[in-house]
């Protein structure tokens, strides 16, 4: 039987035991304004907006499903949300420059990537409370997350570094460093912890790093601006924003190649998250004000939602795993 990979990808939160409500609604974060934009679903219109601090960038479920968390950067906070509302449960203040954030895969360590602060910090979890482990220095720019099935490895890429960095998690120390290219940014590990798949923003493509021999084994050819990924829980599928380019690349993670580009599109597409039913691809455009839809039947963008300026970080509970299955 197979069981869920269970490598954090930090697109648009986690989907952990999430189930349908009547009242749910699309979560976008308006990163340039300090808001969220809260976006019905079905009809794919906004219908209200909420207070967040400064920079909300991205944001993640909790492990028991019962909050979401939005990475507040600049106001050095952690917002809790219900999940299905968007409505504000509770302010955790004191969480520095938290850029982007995560969950190891048994839900122990809570790692959060100062961007500003050129630092990453490993939290220990216990399942409602967060104690800080150690504060460790990364410089420089440490924005992506993810980790590896063992629980003990996370992976944060340096952009102005050109780097990947490992970590473990149970000394907090830095394992290793390794050159990867021009501006890496969002990360991906493929099923069995394999490969690990990273976005080269100041590139055009997608490096294959062989993470267990420290070696790039490959570059993807994808568009420019390669950035984050969002898996299309098909088991061979994985979709990957090309920020400059203004495109979405199809690659086949069995096979390392590109199947497909997604064309049409608003500029900046980022964070996307994808429909329960896995028809639906939504995408936040980071340099448009716009979320829009993308129909992967025909793979084309068929509805945009003005929002606030600079969306980033997009969730709905109501939403396909972001895991990929374990080859047999």
């Known amino acids: 039987m197979k069981k ?41 219109t906004v219908v209200g907006t909420e207070p967040t601090g400064k920079e909300p960038h991205h944001l993640m479920i909790t492990p028991d499903g019962k909050s979401l968390i939005v990475a507040d950067s600049v106001s050095n906070d952690l917002l809790f949300l219900d999940p299905h509302t968007g409505q504000i449960q509770r302010r955790l203040e004191g969480i520095e420059d938290p850029y982007q954030l995560g969950f190891s895969p048994d839900r122990k ?31 420089k720019t440490p924005s992506h997350i993810t980790f590896a099935s063992d629980n003990k490895t996370a992976f944060v890429t ?12 149970p000394t907090q120390t830095v394992l290793w460093k390794l050159q ?34 420290r070696t790039v084994v490959k570059k993807i050819q994808t568009g420019r601006g390669a950035h984050n990924f969002r898996n299309l829980d098909d088991g061979k599928h994985i979709a990957v924003s090309n920020r400059v380019e203004s495109t979405i690349s199809i690659l086949d993670y069995t096979t390392l190649t590109k199947v497909a580009d997604i064309t049409g599109l608003r500029p900046g597409p980022d964070d996307m998250e994808l429909s329960a039913d896995k028809r639906y691809l939504w995408v936040t455009f980071r340099f448009a004000k716009h979320v829009g839809v993308i129909d992967l039947t025909t ?11 600079s969306p980033h970080g997009i969730y709905f509970a109501n939403s396909a795993p972001v895991y990929a299955p374990n080859p047999d």
């Open 4 to 44: 869920p990979f269970a490598t954090a990808l930090l697109l648009g939160g986690l989907a952990w035991g999430a189930l349908a409500h009547a009242d749910d609604k699309v979560i976008v974060l308006d990163s340039g304004e300090a808001k969220l934009s809260l976006i019905d679903e079905a009809s794919r």
């Open 109 to 139: 360590w809570f790692v959060t990537a100062g961007l500003r602060l050129d630092r990453v910090d490993v939290y220990h979890y216990d399942g409602q409370n967060l104690t800080i482990a150690k504060r460790i220095p990364l410089a």
């Open 158 to 169: 340096l952009q102005d570094t050109g780097e990947v960095a490992a970590i473990d998690l």
């Open 180 to 213: 990867v290219g021009n501006t890496p940014a969002g990360l991906w590990m493929t099923p069995g912890d394999k490969y690990l798949l990273v976005g080269m923003t100041g590139e055009d493509n997608v490096a294959v790093v062989d993470w267990h021999n």
């Open 299 to 309: 793979r084309k963008l068929i509805d945009t939602i003005a929002v606030g300026r």
